[in-house]
């Protein structure tokens, strides 16, 4: 039986939010999906950033274990991340993402001080 559809979700403190912020993304990856996944972590790395607010994008793998991705992205406010996601999941590219994914991504928001 397949995983349930990972949904991404932003909290609502974070949705009021208006200071630079970090989030912190970590997915879990099928393991048939892995190549296909490094590949558009590579896309997210290169184009994330030309998307209004966000300053940076890295991309990490977990050392120990090779399915799990986090991406860290550097953007001028939590607003702006989440104006984001919500075009991510309009335009249908959200499902181009979570194909690949053994559950829902964690999310994280640290707010710089």
């Given at each position: 039986m397949p995983?349930a559809?990972p949904?991404?979700v932003?909290?609502q403190?974070?949705?009021?939010?208006?200071?630079?912020?970090t989030?912190?993304?970590?997915?879990q990856v099928?393991?048939?999906s892995?190549?296909?996944?490094?590949?558009?972590?590579?896309?997210?790395?290169?184009?994330?950033?030309q998307?209004?607010?966000?300053?940076?994008a890295?991309?990490f793998?977990?050392?120990?274990q090779?399915l799990?991705?986090?991406?860290?992205?550097?953007w001028?406010?939590?607003?702006r991340?989440?104006?984001h996601?919500?075009?991510?999941?309009?335009?249908?590219?959200?499902?181009?993402i979570?194909?690949?994914?053994?559950g829902?991504?964690?999310?994280?928001?640290?707010?710089?001080?």
């Amino acid at each position: 039986m397949p995983a349930a559809s990972p949904q991404f979700v932003v909290s609502q403190d974070a949705k009021r939010a208006h200071s630079a912020t970090t989030v912190l993304v970590q997915f879990q990856v099928r393991t048939e999906s892995r190549e296909a996944f490094a590949k558009l972590m590579q896309s997210v790395k290169l184009n994330l950033p030309q998307v209004p607010g966000c300053l940076e994008a890295s991309v990490f793998i977990s050392e120990g274990q090779p399915l799990r991705y986090v991406l860290v992205e550097q953007w001028e406010s939590a607003a702006r991340h989440a104006a984001h996601v919500r075009a991510l999941q309009d335009s249908g590219e959200w499902r181009a993402i979570e194909q690949h994914l053994d559950g829902a991504p964690t999310v994280e928001y640290l707010l710089e001080q």
